[in-house]
């Protein structure tokens, strides 16, 4: 099963930096797949090497002006990966997990984690857990006024009392 991951992990990382149109220095990523299949999303967000911000995985069709099909399709190739990566731990026995954190730089450096009961206790939606792992993980901080950084800011105020 190691075998398998580490090629399926280098497959995922592979995919999303034929994503990514310019020199980056960082990505984390984050896949969730509800019990069953019966739901999954991924995202990712990467640091540009030429002015060290993040950059969130849907903004590089705007920004960089992608084809909609183009985006589409490597979307869907990261989430296909993702998707095996689920089965490889169902079919060896290992208890599926609901949450998937990866990490790499351009250096090869690499960290994998895996979340339980995230989904299930349905505290969060997908964009609240996506904004919280992105602040929690790496640190960052939407703009303020925008969707993300209003759900950052309900969140700071509610679980950490800050704001």
Known sequence: MEKELAALY????????????TQWCKVYFLGEVEKGKLSWNSIFYYKDDSDE???RQDDIKYKYNMA????????????????KIYDCFIENGQKPWEQL?????????FSIDLG??????????????EV???YNKFGYIPEKGTFFGRKLDNYLKSEKGIY
Not at 10 to 21: D, Q, S, Y
Not at 116 to 129: C, F, H, T
């Open 10 to 21: 280098n497959e995922l990382a592979n995919k999303i930096i034929e994503m990514i149109p």
């Open 53 to 55: 911000k993040f950059i």
């Open 132 to 134: 919280i792992w992105a």
């Open 116 to 129: 339980y009961g995230i989904l299930s206790e349905g505290k969060y939606s997908q964009i609240d857990r």
């Open 101 to 109: 954190s990866m990490s790499f730089d351009s250096s090869g450096k």
């Open 68 to 83: 909609k099909d183009i985006y589409d399709k490597m979307d869907d190739n990261i989430q296909d990966v993702m998707l």
